[in-house]
């Protein structure tokens, strides 16, 4: 199967199980059912074609949600990234959920977690992530994502966003030092020709980090990389 068309594949798992509570659906014998899902893929013409996905959101009520994110990367016409997470979801405060779930890793290499976490609306409009994940081998990891919107005019859209992975011991089997293994920082500049759809660029820095980086050089390879991506994001 073409890889590109095999990762839109595994960012449309989430889509079509959301598609029918476009609107809230109610009746005599439950809660209104509503539901965000958000799909972006972006390319750069880096490293033989750099192709990225990922999908997030959720479907439920006000206070139970089941949430769903998903993601890949495909280097040079091959998988270097593939993951689902699926998880229970309960509101504990107005701008925040806990949540309570699995995480299956495809690629590089398959491994089941257990994961726990947090999203919400921090101060000053800081969309939050921040999720804890133990491995079926006792490995223990986190990961912290963090993003917001500047309007620039009513559909130019500025969105600064980070991540940062951490580990709790070393990982040989994925290149992995104990400790902070890895940062992103981006600014994503989209015009949003309606609310539900946007072009974007979106300009990338990768880097590795303490003992993660330590281990890349040892193997000959790059600890920090700068990408200019052209994508489109997509709510339903």
Known sequence: MNKPLALALILAVGIASASY????VSDDHGPDLFNMIKVEV??????GGLWNGNLEGWIGGDVERLWIRAEGEIV????EKAEAQLFYGRNVHPFWDLLV???????????TYLATGIVGLAPYFFETEATAYLST????SARFEQSFDLPIT???????HIELNV???????????????????GLQLRYEIIRKFAPYLDLVWERKLGETASIARTNGED??????????????
Not at 76 to 79: A, K, R, T
Request: glycine share 12%; net charge negative.
């Open 101 to 111: 779930g699995v995480r299956r890793d495809f690629e590089p290499r398959g491994e």
């Open 137 to 140: 081998e006792g490995d223990l």
């Open 21 to 24: 509570a476009q609107e809230p």
């Open 154 to 160: 009513q559909k130019l859209i500025a969105e600064p």
């Open 167 to 185: 580990f709790a011991q070393d990982v040989p089997a994925r290149g992995v030092g104990a400790g902070f293994s890895d940062i992103e920082i």
């Open 223 to 236: 600890v920090e990389d700068t990408t200019l991506r052209f994508g489109v994001r997509a709510w339903f």
């Open 42 to 47: 972006d390319y750069a013409d880096r490293h």
């Open 76 to 79: 040079d016409g091959d998988f």
